[in-house]
């Protein structure tokens, strides 16, 4: 977050002696992005953070690819994707491509016997159902229905669940995932006209110190391959750290809306951003207001970008027979817009109470065999007059 933040115990001077009660010292962790020249952050463990004591397994968890190079527009239905009792099992890569994948995950149980780290990606978690606690080494954030979690890459984490009934929806990036550059000033601070603030990201303010040895499971995503490796230290065994890489929440009920008298364009629901695709929220708003407005959105042509939208609740102007849990895949390339009926349909209506998350990238998705499994072949046609 491009903003600091302070957890636990942390000593006057960075890389100076910080002692603990019995006189030894704490072990010191950098723990920096982009080759130090990005956010980083300042930590202080109970044990040295490096004891690998074994690597048990490697296997790989790349998606199996149905459409390399896609122009059909598709619809997924995403709560047809099973639930599954394990947490990394359960997460389903419908969409991917060499910057992000977008995946869908419907876990049953708590992550209980091990630990969990993307050295690749940060990962936005978009939470569609369920409650519970993220757990991460930098301290803990709760989460509930409409809650973005961000976890930068190498953040440590358990995901605990407080039922059986999960949904998420998951956009793992290569790039480092920011806030939109336009809405900071040059120090970093939101501006005015963000349509969020620093008030609405909650920061980890609980954090979870064990001094403990012995064996300690982590599951470790390098590249497309799993990596189980047994540590001899506690992974969360920080007493504190500060500066400005940690994990925080964002809910996408706090984001608030921009609207105009005329139908205005996608950027203006942008919520995050990367160098590789964006990220908005549609949330409840009121409609344009100009006397000849037309609610429901023109057709459009991002030409050269794919626009995957996951409907999460509300009813969608734009589209006819679509639910929640539902992603449109609308590739780069062709046009797409509203539905037959639905731009006549939109006129004189006032609000929608429609929430929708949207991820447009700017390289082709594929389609993987786990979204074929759960795709509307027909979908494409829908443009056309009954
Ligand atoms: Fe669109």
Redesign the pocket.
């Known amino acids: 977050m491009p903003f600091y933040h302070k957890l636990g115990k942390i000593p006057p001077k960075r890389h100076t002696q910080f002692r603990k009660p019995d006189g030894s010292l704490y072990s010191e962790q950098l723990f920096g992005t982009i080759g130090f020249d990005g956010m980083y952050s300042n930590i202080y463990h109970e044990n040295r953070p490096t004891q690998v004591k074994e690597i048990k397994k490697q296997y790989n968890v790349a998606p199996k690819i149905s459409k390399q190079n896609n122009i059909q527009s598709f619809r997924f239905k995403g709560f047809e994707v099973k639930p599954e009792k394990d947490y990394l099992d359960s997460r389903k890569t419908v969409l991917t491509n060499s910057d992000c994948s977008i995946i869908l995950a419907a876990p049953q149980e708590s992550q209980k016997d091990y630990f969990y780290k993307n050295t690749n990606a940060d990962e936005l978690i978009f939470i569609h159902k369920g409650t519970g606690k993220l757990r991460t080494f930098l301290g803990n954030l709760d989460f509930k229905y409409g809650d973005y979690l961000l976890i930068p890459r190498g953040i440590i984490y358990k995901m605990e669940f407080d039922t059986e009934d999960n949904r998420l929806f998951i956009v793992e990036s290569k790039r480092p995932i920011y806030t939109p550059k336009r809405y900071r000033n040059w120090f970093g601070q939101l501006l005015e006209h963000s349509p969020y603030c620093e008030r609405d990201i909650r920061k980890p303010e609980e954090l979870e110190t064990y001094d403990e040895k012995g064996e300690f499971l982590i599951k470790v995503k390098k590249g497309d391959d799993i990596f189980e490796m047994v540590y001899a230290t506690h992974p969360f065994d920080v007493v504190g750290y500060d500066g400005y890489n940690f994990p925080y929440a964002f809910s996408i009920h706090d984001f608030e809306p921009i609207t105009g008298r005329i139908h205005q364009p996608?950027p203006v629901h942008q919520t995050f951003e990367t160098d590789a695709f964006v990220v908005c929220s549609f949330v409840p708003r009121l409609y344009d207001y100009h006397p000849l407005s037309i609610p429901a959105?023109y057709n459009?042509s991002?030409i050269d970008s794919d626009?995957v939208?996951y409907y999460v609740d509300g009813d969608f102007m734009?589209r006819n027979d679509v639910a929640a849990g539902h992603i449109s895949l609308?590739p780069a390339g062709i046009p797409?817009?509203p539905h037959p009926g639905a731009a006549e349909r939109s006129i004189g209506k006032t609000k929608t109470d429609e929430l929708a998350v949207?991820v447009d990238t700017f390289k082709p998705l594929q389609v993987t065999e786990d979204a074929m499994k759960i795709a509307d072949d027909t979908y494409y046609q829908s443009w056309l007059d009954h």
């Open positions: 996608p959105p459009h991002n626009e939208l734009s609308h797409h817009g949207m």
